[in-house]
């Protein structure tokens, strides 16, 4: 009976995991969304008169935007804004409750906290599962690699690179082939090379601590790296929306960083 109900969950838990492919949502994101969007809820159907309201209203833009700025949560963010419109409107506006306006607004505020609600539940900020039986940890370091892609730039067809000028830039050094870099910068023919972005996994007796989860996407690289994902897989009119994967920005790994 105990390995039925066991069977029974697990069948459950794989079917809710499915939504997300296979990750879960951030327990603390989640319940920071909720709060949120709680807050919005009973701005949008309390009186602006009531001083409660717009402190509410304004704890919740601001904690939104402290810890996810205007990208990383952009379900809650986006909607947020003409909600905020709709909200001044309410207060500068002088509207009889129950009239016509202050029903049409409160029928648009509701309908900018439903669509936050839904693009919350298919965008939330996922996680993958923690390490818990395994008999190592994992270690992460991140490299650049250099590499010559200059057949790729000719054909225009790189992806996720980084370029810049040979060592020497800085000091005005001579660089490895004795060359003057800082002479060639002058001149604004300075040599590029390319480094591509690698991240090496290995096996360590280190376990990471609270905090100490290594980022899924290396943040010095992540706005790029969006970018670029959403050129190559995004449909035609999403391409140039790269903010739509921000919310990658927000996944940890189970592992720590030069373990």
């Not at 067809?157 to 002479?183: I, P």
Request: overall charge positive; glycine content about 10%; aromatic content about 6%.
């Amino acid at each position: 009976r105990n390995h039925s109900s066991s069977t029974r969950c697990d069948e459950r838990r794989r079917d809710t995991m499915a939504i997300w492919g296979g990750l879960r949502p951030i327990a603390s994101r989640a319940l920071l969304d909720a709060s949120i969007l709680l807050c919005l809820c009973y701005c949008a159907t309390r009186p602006t008169e009531d001083f409660l309201n717009g402190v509410v209203l304004v704890s919740a833009c601001a904690v939104t935007l402290l810890t996810s700025g205007l990208t990383l949560r952009w379900p809650i963010t986006f909607p947020m804004a003409p909600y905020l419109l709709l909200q001044i409107v309410r207060r500068l506006v002088d509207v009889d409750p129950g009239s016509w306006p202050s029903i049409v607004v409160g029928v648009l505020s509701g309908g900018c906290v439903l669509l936050s609600t839904a693009l919350c539940v298919l965008f939330p900020a996922v996680e993958f599962r923690p390490i818990r039986a395994a008999k190592y940890g994992v270690g992460v370091v991140d490299l650049h690699l250099p590499v010559d892609f200059t057949e790729g730039r000719r054909r225009s067809s790189l992806l996720g690179t980084e370029s810049s000028l040979f060592d020497g830039e800085e000091d005005g050094g001579d660089n490895s082939d004795g060359g003057d870099v800082e002479g060639e910068r002058r001149g604004g023919g300075g040599r590029r090379r390319d480094f591509v972005a690698a991240r090496l996994l290995y096996p360590t007796l280190e376990r990471p601590g609270r905090g100490e989860r290594a980022p899924y996407l290396d943040r010095a690289h992540a706005p790029r790296l969006c970018a670029e994902l959403m050129k190559v897989g995004a449909p035609g009119p999403l391409k140039s929306l790269g903010w739509m994967l921000h919310t990658w920005r927000l996944t940890t790994i189970d592992a720590k960083r030069n373990a």
